[in-house]
T-cell receptor, first 110, second 114 residues
Framework: QKEVEQDPGPLSVPEGAIVSLNCTYS??????FMWYRQYSRKGPELLMY????GNKEDGRFTAQVDKSSKYISLFIRDSQPSDSATYLC??????????FGTGTRLLVSP | DTAVSQTPKYLVTQMGNDKSIKCEQN?????MYWYKQDSKKFLKIMFS???????INETVPNRFSPKSPDKAHLNLHINSLELGDSAVYFC?????????????FGPGTRLLVL
């Protein structure tokens, strides 16, 4: 069993939909949680960063961390075709050793 | 003004050859990384250097040897390339510090071993 589990998708939604992306993890030592977005043939770019449990909002994006359930989520409101990409969750117990999920491919159709 | 850059972007080579990938960052970070992303998009850390010192060395064959001539550069040399080495290799950098684990990635080097 992988340390971080993420549904690979693809997840197809119409423009304007609310998207929910999720990861579960097994290592209770993880305390730093990130979401990266990766466009085709590009490097991952950081979208959201959260420390410990709680919510964080940035524009159309909301990240949630529930450490008691070992579950993190990324919500995208009013999704746009430009949001079509692979979304990677990543987490760390510290010392900058990130463990990534396998990524969820999101397709937003106009 | 690219933050993390890699060369080359594409590398096609024969089995058994030796090749190098270069990485440079201009963010002033003190920590650099090499990751391998396989065909299923799974991104896994290979090495990490902090101030030119190796701090993370995952279970990677010794054919892979990272070298950090200074804080802004981390190169990856691969000896005796094998078919299974075909992947996208990403360099990343970060600034070590309490409460910040964010890493910034380069554009990737696509390696194809024939």
């Amino acid at each position: 069993q992988k340390e971080v589990e993420q549904d690979p998708g693809p997840l197809s939604v119409p423009e304007g939909a609310i998207v929910s992306l999720n990861c579960t993890y097994s290592n209770s030592a993880f305390q730093y949680f990130m979401w990266y977005r990766q466009y085709s043939r590009k490097g991952p770019e950081l979208l959201m960063y959260t420390y410990s449990s709680g919510n964080k909002e940035d524009g159309r994006f909301t990240a949630q961390v529930d450490k008691s359930s070992k579950y993190i989520s990324l919500f995208i409101r009013d999704s746009q075709p430009s949001d079509s990409a692979t979304y990677l969750c990543a987490m760390s117990a510290g010392f900058q050793k990130l463990v990534f999920g396998t990524g969820t491919r999101l397709l937003v159709s106009p | 003004d690219t933050a993390v850059s890699q060369t080359p972007k594409y590398l096609v080579t024969q089995m058994g050859n030796d090749k190098s990938i270069k990485c440079e960052q201009n963010l002033g970070h003190d920590t650099m990384y090499w990751y391998k992303q396989d065909s299923k998009k799974f991104l896994k850390i290979m090495f990490s250097y902090n101030n030119k010192e190796l701090i993370i060395n995952e279970t990677v064959p010794n054919r892979f040897s990272p070298k950090s001539p200074d804080k802004a550069h981390l190169n990856l040399h691969i000896n005796s390339l094998e078919l299974g080495d075909s992947a996208v290799y990403f360099c990343a950098s970060s600034q070590a510090g309490e409460g910040d684990e964010t890493q910034y990635f380069g554009p990737g080097t696509r390696l194809l071993v024939l």
